[in-house]
């Protein structure tokens, strides 16, 4: 990797304190970027911080909680009184969930929606003028889920399908002022969102369900990033199976639906019949 390749870069990432989003702030700051780490929760925020001090990264930590606008117009803030400009930002930042949705407590489905959709708008929103300037990127860190919907996750479902719908709209709105906007689909990735995952009433469910060992790990999915990031990728569909699902499902939805639902099925733990 070049050192230099983003050398004077701001990237902000949020979310960035565990899995897929410390990754990042890794990967890019080892790359010469100046990083900016948001997370909600001080304690996790400290402990990014740490590891990059030991790899000499130039870094901004932000105590921020992705589903609150003013906290999203602080990070914005404070990045551009720390560095003077925006030129990445990686709406990182998302929770998932696990429960059929008539069990699920609707207040689960918001608070999902807030944190994965309304949590990048915001972000986005208020980063904006400053990646236009820089002609930057604007990337969102969305999932399989936001092309193909599963079973028992229609609230993380419909918060990925409305960030993939919110970029392409987006994307065609400054595509004529070098502006590159990039939908990440990362297929099952070795990180803590599942056991994060919110249940029927709110909770986290604890252990995954799957297993990790199998999967990609947070660190191949930061570097894949950072190359289509150093491209300018349109779309980027990691992982054999996503890739497949994606293809499959836009031609033969109705064969999917039953796959989908087998596969979901299996599971430990599922709550499907």
């Given at each position: 990797?070049?050192?230099?390749?983003?050398?004077?870069?701001?990237?902000?990432?949020?979310?960035?304190?565990?899995?897929?989003?410390?990754?990042?702030?890794?990967?890019?700051?080892?790359?010469?970027?100046?990083?900016?780490?948001?997370?909600?929760?001080?304690?996790?925020?400290?402990?990014?911080?740490?590891?990059?001090?030991?790899?000499?990264?130039?870094?901004?930590?932000?105590?921020?909680?992705?589903?609150?606008?003013?906290?999203?117009?602080k990070i914005a803030a404070e990045?551009?009184?720390?560095?003077?400009?925006?030129?990445?930002?990686?709406?990182?930042?998302?929770?998932?969930?696990?429960?059929?949705?008539?069990?699920?407590?609707?207040?689960?489905?918001?608070?999902?929606?807030?944190?994965?959709?309304?949590g990048t708008v915001y972000a986005?929103?208020?980063?904006?003028?400053?990646?236009?300037?820089?002609?930057?990127?604007?990337?969102?860190?969305?999932?399989?889920?936001?092309?193909?919907?599963?079973?028992?996750?229609?609230?993380?479902?419909?918060?990925?399908?409305?960030?993939?719908?919110?970029?392409?709209?987006?994307?065609?709105?400054?595509?004529?002022?070098?502006?590159?906007?990039?939908?990440?689909?990362?297929?099952?990735?070795?990180?803590?969102?599942?056991?994060n995952a919110l249940n029927a009433?709110?909770?986290?469910?604890?252990?995954?369900?799957?297993?990790?060992?199998?999967?990609?790990?947070?660190?191949?999915?930061?570097?894949?990033?950072?190359?289509?990031?150093?491209?300018?990728?349109?779309?980027?569909?990691?992982?054999?199976?996503?890739?497949?699902?994606?293809?499959?499902?836009?031609?033969?939805?109705?064969?999917?639906?039953?796959?989908?639902?087998?596969?979901?099925?299996?599971?430990?733990?599922?709550?499907?019949?």
């Amino acid at each position: 990797m070049n050192n230099q390749a983003y050398k004077d870069k701001v990237v902000i990432i949020t979310g960035a304190t565990s899995g897929i989003g410390e990754a990042c702030a890794e990967v890019f700051g080892n790359a010469g970027a100046k990083v900016v780490i948001t997370g909600r929760n001080q304690s996790k925020l400290d402990a990014t911080s740490k590891k990059l001090q030991q790899q000499n990264i130039e870094f901004l930590p932000i105590l921020a909680d992705a589903a609150q606008e003013e906290d999203n117009q602080k990070i914005a803030a404070e990045t551009l009184a720390a560095f003077g400009k925006i030129d990445i930002l990686i709406n990182n930042a998302g929770i998932s969930m696990r429960a059929l949705f008539e069990e699920m407590e609707m207040e689960v489905f918001r608070q999902v929606m807030n944190i994965n959709f309304w949590g990048t708008v915001y972000a986005t929103k208020y980063c904006l003028p400053s990646i236009i300037e820089n002609k930057g990127s604007v990337i969102g860190v969305s999932s399989i889920n936001g092309f193909r919907g599963t079973p028992a996750r229609t609230a993380y479902t419909a918060s990925k399908y409305a960030m993939n719908g919110f970029f392409e709209s987006l994307r065609t709105e400054v595509m004529k002022r070098g502006v590159h906007v990039m939908i990440v689909a990362p297929g099952f990735t070795a990180s803590n969102i599942r056991n994060n995952a919110l249940n029927a009433e709110g909770k986290a469910q604890g252990e995954s369900p799957r297993d990790e060992s199998k999967m990609m790990t947070s660190e191949e999915v930061a570097l894949a990033i950072f190359k289509a990031t150093k491209k300018r990728k349109r779309d980027l569909v990691l992982t054999t199976q996503g890739k497949l699902a994606v293809f499959f499902n836009k031609w033969i939805p109705g064969i999917m639906d039953g796959i989908v639902f087998d596969l979901m099925a299996k599971e430990p733990d599922s709550p499907l019949k």
